[in-house]
């Protein structure tokens, strides 16, 4: 097995899993301590309902496990706002993020390989996929098309949650007022080199996904990282405006230029298109209202350098030889009059 001479912090979010704890964090454990110089393994329990908590306390007594830390939530949330939790307390120069129950922790070495040759973001994919209900996958594929309409990413295929991160990249998404957003669709940030690596195992258990929780994080997720859906809005509006103008207008040239019209037809018909003009007017304006505010208190830090060269021929410290050079030279010239003298 490779040796990498940095600190590695692994972070896991689990819940509901006393009874597969002790065996995947101890195989964990083994996997990892001959991997790096240094290591920590962070658990972040996301609210459990069993008796993961009390485990939890056990591995981390006197007997138990090395290098353990323990993040236990007060109520459940979403899986990234919980990788978060370990993101941010994490110390190490990389910080791996996985499942226990889907994740392989024995790949973790081609992944770290692949960070530290100088990718600052590792995704691994695992072609086993656990089964999900027919809606869900069928829901799931919708989101991921929709994302993919609005920001050219599939989230999917391109940002799994099964991920290794280098240092700098955390630093760059703690600069961001919701980090756990941008953390889950990191490559729409752009600037940062990025490995997508392919493996396949077995999923240890197939935990069960809430369709309407998952619903929920979708939609706040689009909302976060695209301003596409307040985009559409703007547009409908503008167009549903522009149409009840058109409609005015063709509704005056039958009332001028047609005798037959039902009496008290075009008062109405423009009575109606007004309305819906005016109302598609205000529902323009609060569109881009909104997504002024939100590019005020969402926008990202000013700028970030991913990464940073020199040049390795440096003309300023050639230009301090050459003077170096010639001051020696009137200075040896300077004292060799002297040196003369005393022989």
Not at 29 to 43: F, G, N, Q, T
Not at 57 to 68: A, D, I, Q, W
Not at 114 to 142: H, I, L, W
């Amino acid at each position: 097995m490779a040796f990498f001479p940095v600190f590695l912090s692994v972070v896991f979010v689990v819940r509901d899993s006393a009874e597969e704890l002790p065996q995947a964090l101890a195989d964990a454990s083994a996997s990892i301590a001959p991997l790096a110089a240094d290591y920590e393994l962070i658990v972040v329990d996301n609210a459990s309902q069993d008796d993961s908590i009390t485990v939890l306390k056990e591995l981390t007594s006197v007997n138990g496990l090395p290098n353990l830390q323990v993040y236990a939530l007060t109520k459940e949330v979403d899986s990234d706002t919980a990788a978060w939790v370990g993101l941010e307390n994490a110390l190490g120069d990389f910080v791996a993020v996985l499942d226990p129950n889907a994740d392989d922790v024995t790949f973790l070495p081609s992944m770290l390989e692949a960070a530290v040759e100088g990718a600052d973001v590792v995704f691994a994919t695992n072609t086993q996929k656990p089964k999900r209900s027919m809606a869900y996958r069928a829901c799931f594929s919708a989101f991921n098309a929709l994302y993919k309409t609005f920001n050219d990413v599939h989230l999917a295929k391109e940002a799994p949650p099964y991920r290794v991160l280098s240092k700098r990249v955390i630093n760059f998404i703690l600069q961001h007022p919701m980090p756990s957003m941008t953390y889950r669709h990191l490559p729409v940030t752009g600037g940062f080199a990025r490995a997508n690596l392919i493996y396949s195992s077995s999923p240890k258990a197939n935990q069960t996904k809430h369709l309407g929780e998952s619903f929920d994080r979708g939609m706040r997720l689009l909302v976060s990282s695209t301003r596409g859906p307040m985009r559409l809005v703007t547009s409908l509006s503008l167009l549903g405006a522009m149409s009840n103008l058109l409609y005015s207008a063709y509704v005056i040239a039958i009332g001028v230029f047609k005798a037959d019209v039902a009496p008290g037809w075009v008062t109405l018909s423009l009575q109606q298109s007004g309305m819906f003009f005016l109302i598609s007017l205000v529902l323009l304006v609060l569109g881009e209202y909104i997504l002024h505010m939100s590019r005020l208190s969402n926008e990202g830090p000013l700028y970030h350098v991913a990464q940073e060269f020199n040049s390795a021929r440096m003309t300023k410290y050639e230009r301090l030889n050459i003077e170096e050079s010639v001051a020696q030279e009137r200075a040896s010239n300077f004292r060799a009059p002297g040196r003369a003298d005393a022989n």
